[in-house]
């Protein structure tokens, strides 16, 4: 047998409901021992397909799945040995806190002692230590994430698969506890293996983002380098916020881009053209033009203030430049914005590595 580098593999793994349409297409992925990988995309892109596939709760059509080394394509899902939280939290309603945790245990022949023993632990890294004998239904639905939490650690997998596990918390639970999944699977050192499509929560939790998007990883990195750097327009669009433009490349050299945009040309970096002639796709970060700027830049262009929406921390500048109505520029709430008004000439600048031309 091949030496199988990560602790999870998948290789050239494929999946098809109705023999025809593949919703995974030759999936290629491996997944270090103790990372936090998320799978990260819209409905319909395949990510929990491969969860399930991982768990053994679906076959893939096609390809080899690996755990440890060992194939599992044919190991029943209980014998994996793998944790899985769901949204729905999946607890047994007719049974206390304590007896949901000890469950796992008794499957596997612990014994009472031990039983006890990983249960008051499993609670207490939960800080549910007071709560071993309420029944689900009189926690919060917070307090119900946890427990489901602790059952999937309590028997010490190695692995721990989480579908979307916080999609019915309110945002402020949901950061709380996106930081105390994280913190709890850091110091067991357990690898995750996380679905979303919320990529804030996959931004915060991730060693590495996996980003799917019909069937296949669109891109494979570090939160900021799928930020900072995407690959593909899809990518680009699906983390972050972005302003795009289309345009046509007149030139390529010395890594600069030159693309035509409304009469006009923008200098780029090129990501993802093969040169002069080629449609392509102008990703811009909003925090990344600057209005008025002081500085020399390379891309200046003149443009309306349409509106200003106050946020807080920042402010929005909607912004007519280029064609457009709907350019974004986000400005950090600090002093010196404020002379800015609706209806303003400004001149619009950015420097050329903060553009990239993706693709068309």
Avoid at 15 to 43: H, Q, W
Avoid at 45 to 53: A, F, I, N, Q, Y
Wanted: net charge negative.
């Amino acid at each position: 047998m091949a030496q199988h580098e990560g602790f999870v593999r998948f290789d050239d793994v494929q999946k098809s409901y109705d023999g025809e349409t593949l919703v995974v297409k030759s999936l290629n992925l491996d997944i270090a021992r103790g990372e936090f990988l998320t799978m990260l995309g819209p409905s319909g892109s395949g990510k929990t397909t491969c969860l399930m596939m991982l768990a053994g709760f679906e076959t893939a059509t096609h390809g080899e799945i690996y755990l440890d080394g060992r194939q599992i394509n044919d190991v029943a899902p209980h014998k994996r040995d793998i944790g899985m939280v769901f949204q729905n939290y999946a607890l047994f309603p007719h049974m206390t806190v304590a007896e949901n945790l000890a469950f796992p245990l008794e499957v596997r022949g612990k014994g009472k002692a031990e039983i006890g023993d990983r249960v008051k632990r499993g609670l207490d890294m939960v800080q549910l230590g007071a709560f071993g004998n309420r029944r689900p239904a009189q926690l919060s639905g917070g307090q119900q994430q946890r427990v489901a939490l602790a059952r999937a650690l309590v028997f010490e997998p190695h692995l721990v698969l989480m579908d979307e596990p916080l999609g019915a918390l309110d945002k402020q639970l949901r950061e709380t506890m996106q930081y105390e999944i994280k913190h709890i699977a850091n110091n067991l050192g357990i690898t995750v293996v996380y679905v979303t499509h919320d990529q804030t929560e996959a931004l915060t939790m991730s060693d590495r983002i996996a980003v799917f998007n019909d069937g296949r990883v669109q891109q494979l990195a570090s939160p900021d380098q799928l930020y900072e750097a995407p690959v593909n327009a899809f990518v680009a669009q699906f983390i972050g916020e972005n302003n795009r433009f289309s345009g046509k490349v007149k030139r390529v050299e010395n890594n600069t881009a030159e693309v035509e945009v409304a009469g006009h040309l923008i200098r780029a970096l090129p990501v993802n053209i093969d040169g002069a002639g080629d449609t392509t796709t102008l990703s811009l970060r909003p925090e990344r033009a600057h209005i008025n700027p002081t500085e020399p830049l390379p891309n200046l262009f003149e443009g309306r203030v349409q509106e200003l929406i106050y946020h807080g921390d920042h402010i929005r500048a909607r912004v007519a430049v280029l064609g457009t109505d709907d350019f974004i520029v986000k400005m950090p709430n600090a002093h010196g914005h404020d002379h800015l008004q609706q209806g303003d000439d400004v001149r619009l600048g950015w420097h050329v590595d903060d553009c990239r031309a993706l693709d068309a």
